[in-house]
């Protein structure tokens, strides 16, 4: 089925109540009801997504960590509602337990802490090129209100596998180079791996 016969068979309004997704990547069903700001029951919302689900506009996992149901727009979905030619919001199966993790840990930290603004390292994506991949970037940065109003802009990296020293360097090099970022919060599974980026 192409795009044009997909439009034709479900309502544009659904459409619309995916936008969370472009921002955030994958969420949980809970948290797309509650960003799409959806005025009628999560009942019919949870039937709305199961239909998107099954004209492939959806895509879920189940998530190993949090027993919880992921969503992504798939790239069908991608282009429906995020019609811009560039596919850096669309699920990838590479990355998708990572970018859960960047989500998860990411709006933990928006409901704990007094954060003004977030961007996820797929906003920062704009060229559609193999080059534009490789450019050293966080996972997401977010600013808070410090010490007499003044904004603390935080960065955000998640590391859940090992990275060759010479990665590392150039991450860490790449951010001495901003001062704009006060601070880079690493998120590690496992102790070892937390200790191998103290040499």
Request: charged content about 25%.
């Amino acid at each position: 089925m192409n795009n044009r016969d997909l439009l034709l068979s479900i309502n544009p309004f659904h459409l619309e109540l995916l936008r969370p997704l472009v921002k955030w990547k994958i969420l949980s069903i809970k948290e797309l009801f509650e960003d799409s700001q959806y005025v009628g029951s999560y009942k019919n919302f949870h039937k709305i997504a199961a239909k998107l689900e099954k004209h492939n506009v959806l895509g879920s996992f189940k998530d190993v960590w949090t027993k919880s149901k992921r969503l992504h727009l798939t790239r069908e979905g991608n282009e429906l509602v995020n019609p811009a030619n560039w596919m850096a919001h669309a699920y990838n199966p590479h990355s998708f337990f990572h970018d859960s993790r960047v989500t998860l840990y990411l709006r933990y930290l928006v409901q704990k802490l007094n954060v003004k603004e977030v961007v996820l390292e797929q906003e920062r994506m704009k060229v559609n090129s193999f080059k534009d991949m490789k450019i050293v970037r966080p996972d997401a940065e977010f600013s808070i209100e410090g010490g007499n109003q003044k904004k603390i802009t935080l960065l955000l990296e998640i590391e859940l596998t090992q990275k060759s020293k010479e990665r590392v360097y150039e991450k860490f090099q790449t951010y001495h180079k901003f001062p704009m970022y006060n601070f880079i919060l690493f998120v590690f599974p496992t102790l070892s791996l937390f200790k191998s980026y103290l040499h």
